[in-house]
């Protein structure tokens, strides 16, 4: 079983509407969540980080944790061509210090 | 001003070769790391170093070497090249262990 699971996609979604990204992992102690975006050909960019149960909005995201359910979602509102990129989720497993990468979810935002 | 820069940006080289990465963060972080992200585009980490000290080396062939001169500064150093290295090497930094907020923008090796 992989550590951190995600759908690679691409999902894609007609402009203006909600993109959703699913993420699970498999350590039930971890503790920190987070979300990147990477657009074709360059690094990482940290879109949210989440450590507590429940949502945590920025702008037009939001992350969703579930520990019990060991998820974790991120949702993007009124989606642009510009959010078309693969999006990374990564967690800290219990203990470890070592940030665990998904193998990301390739969204492409149709105009 | 970059917050981590790594150089070189490009690099191809013969088999057999030994190349180096150098990575420099300006943003005061006590830990960095280097990734590596293959043609799948999955990142995997390599090692990690925190205030000069290495904490995570991960199962990695012993071919690659890291050094970390200061806490600043994180350097790749990869003998006896293999096709199979070829990938995207990023460096990576953060204040806290694991939380990382900042990627380099990476350094393609290609292997011929």
């Known amino acids: 079983q992989k550590e951190v699971e995600q759908n690679s996609g691409p999902l894609s979604v007609p402009e203006g509407a909600i993109a959703s990204l699913n993420c699970t992992y498999s350590d039930r102690g971890s503790q920190s969540f987070f979300w990147y975006r990477q657009y074709s050909g360059k690094s990482p960019e940290l879109i949210m980080f989440i450590y507590s149960n429940g949502d945590k909005e920025d702008g037009r995201f939001t992350a969703q944790l579930n520990k019990a359910s060991q998820y974790v979602s991120l949702l993007i509102r009124d989606s642009q061509p510009s959010d078309s990129a693969t999006y990374l989720c990564?967690?800290?497993?219990?203990?470890?210090?070592?940030?665990?990468f998904g193998q990301g979810t390739t969204l492409q935002v149709k105009p | 001003d970059t917050a981590v820069s790594q150089t070189p940006k490009y690099l191809v080289t013969q088999m057999g070769n030994d190349k180096s990465i150098k990575c420099e963060q300006n943003l005061g972080h006590d830990t960095m790391y280097w990734y590596k992200q293959d043609s799948k585009k999955f990142l995997k980490i390599m090692f990690s170093y925190n205030n000069k000290e290495l904490i995570i080396n991960e199962t990695v062939p012993n071919r690659f070497s890291p050094k970390s001169p200061d806490k600043a500064h994180l350097n790749l150093h990869i003998n006896s090249l293999e096709l199979g290295d070829s990938a995207v090497y990023f460096c990576?930094?953060?204040?806290?262990?694991?939380?990382?907020?900042?990627f380099g923008e990476g350094s393609w090796l290609t292997v011929v």
């Open positions: 990564a967690v800290i497993p219990s203990n470890t210090g070592k940030l665990i």
């Open positions: 990576a930094s953060s204040q806290e262990h694991g939380d990382i907020s900042h």
